[in-house]
């Protein structure tokens, strides 16, 4: 047992790496599986399912925000790693204070802004529900935005942790995050009735809190040569940071589109009821994807620090095994979802029901997102994304109107048919790019 340990950790420095992310996630994971799992059928238990509906389209609807970023994490992600392979520590710092700065700049003044028009919306129409729930809706925006705003600021450690190179460590601080909500949410079924406002805190706060005190401690010591100060902020580096991030940024309007509209996009063609049918399937499937996800996160900056150093046969090693694996989360998913009615009674009971129609369609969905993310994970560490703008854009046209046309006479499946398709246009051209690429082929927009 020993020597096998030995083995599967030999290796270069960077499969090493690799391959310690990879197992601590996986443990990290495996708690938050179970908390994740704990969180659904307790926050039933405090508000109805109609209430859960419309929380999960709001926690959709704060994403948005994240258009506000323009990319600057992601952009930070792969400059600080290609600093951190070239050892310029003082780039490194400047990069993470001037990101900080930026960060600032962008959702301090977005913060007071959105707080102000909040109150001015009429959302029970906007979300398709009950208009006895306006206030209520109104109330949780406040708590939603004031959270969201500072988590996109203290976010960005965990860019920081992953130029690194330790996606293990920044894995764990959702999970802490997710463990104190779980303790605050059965403190308010003690302690409280049911409120959207409360529910929002408890869960929306807690992950705030960890990244604070873990961005004091991390900067102090572990991540101290780049830690960030206001005499670090260097403003030559937001054109460095903005170029890539820019890029990143297209990417990501995409990415709201296409996921994170889906649950307001289900609310108006079907109701919230139907959100949390969708929400409920979509965190059972996932957990046979959860392990091929795990491994593919510490890949972008390793991928990075590859490509910088021009290591092809690494690369095209790894890619070669990622493909096996997810051809075995595969057959596991497909093994869930023949048994998911028994796993639904045993988890949820009557609290919530889900057609297994909704079931089959969100597995094939997850195929082919699955395939399309090992792709774009990989493309991203490399960082030759502009054909990924182009083609995206695909998906930030089409998916609204595709949806609601297809929606109006199937309803939530057709929202959920529409993502299927265009994941499947994203696939086809970003399959045939990171062959180029690692075959070192690409050319023109290929290789830009």
């Not at 909704?358 to 502009?386: E, F, P, R």
Request: hydrophobic share 55%; with cysteine.
């Amino acid at each position: 047992m020993y020597s096998y340990i030995n083995r599967f950790f030999s290796g270069n420095q960077r499969s090493v790496t690799v391959k310690k992310n990879i197992v601590g996630s996986l443990c990290i994971k495996g708690f938050s599986i179970i908390i994740s799992l704990m969180l659904v059928p307790m926050t039933l238990g405090y508000v109805s399912s109609e209430l859960y509906g419309i929380w999960l389209t709001l926690s959709s609807i704060m994403m948005w925000l994240n258009f506000f970023d323009i990319g600057f994490t992601l952009g930070l992600k792969n400059k600080l790693a290609e600093a951190i392979a070239l050892g310029a520590w003082n780039r490194g710092k400047a990069l993470v204070s001037t990101t900080y700065f930026i960060m600032i700049l962008i959702f301090i003044p977005l913060c007071i802004l959105l707080e102000f028009i909040i109150p001015y919306v009429n959302w029970s129409s906007f979300l398709n529900v009950n208009a006895i729930y306006n206030d209520e809706i109104i109330k949780t925006l406040y708590v939603l935005v004031a959270c969201f705003c500072l988590q996109m600021i203290v976010n960005v450690l965990t860019a920081v942790i992953a130029a690194y190179q330790k996606v293990a460590l920044s894995s764990a601080f959702p999970v802490m995050g997710n463990f104190m909500s779980l303790i605050a949410i059965w403190m308010l079924t003690k302690l409280c009735p049911s409120s959207l406002m409360a529910l929002a805190f408890a869960i929306s706060a807690m992950p705030i809190l960890v990244l604070l005190l873990a961005s004091a401690i991390l900067f102090h010591k572990r991540f101290k040569a780049v830690s960030p100060n206001i005499k670090s902020i260097d403003k030559t580096y937001i054109k460095d940071l903005f170029n890539l991030g820019a890029k990143f940024f297209l990417i990501q309007i995409q990415v709201v589109i296409l996921y994170q509209c889906t649950n307001i996009l289900i609310s108006n063609v079907s109701g919230p009821n139907e959100v949390t049918a969708y929400n409920i399937a979509d965190k059972y499937l996932g957990i046979a994807m959860m392990i091929y996800t795990i491994i593919l996160s510490p890949l972008w900056p390793a991928f990075t620090d590859a490509y910088t150093k021009k290591d092809f046969i690494w690369m095209k090693n790894i890619y070669r095994k990622m493909v096996k694996l997810y051809f075995a989360s595969a057959v596991a998913l497909i093994l869930m979802v023949v048994i998911s009615p028994i796993i639904y009674h045993l988890w949820i009971g009557e609290k919530a029901n889900i057609p297994l129609l909704m079931t089959c369609s969100v597995a094939i969905y997850m195929l082919i997102h699955s395939w399309d993310t090992l792709q774009v994970q990989l493309i991203n560490g490399i960082g030759t994304i502009k054909l990924q703008t182009y083609v995206t854009t695909i998906g930030l046209i089409l998916h609204i109107p595709l949806s609601l046309c297809i929606g109006q006479y199937i309803g939530a499946i057709g929202v959920v048919i529409s993502m299927i398709i265009i994941n499947i246009i994203y696939s086809s051209f970003f399959t045939i790019q990171i062959s180029k690429l690692l075959n070192q082929k690409a050319k023109g927009i290929w290789a830009k």
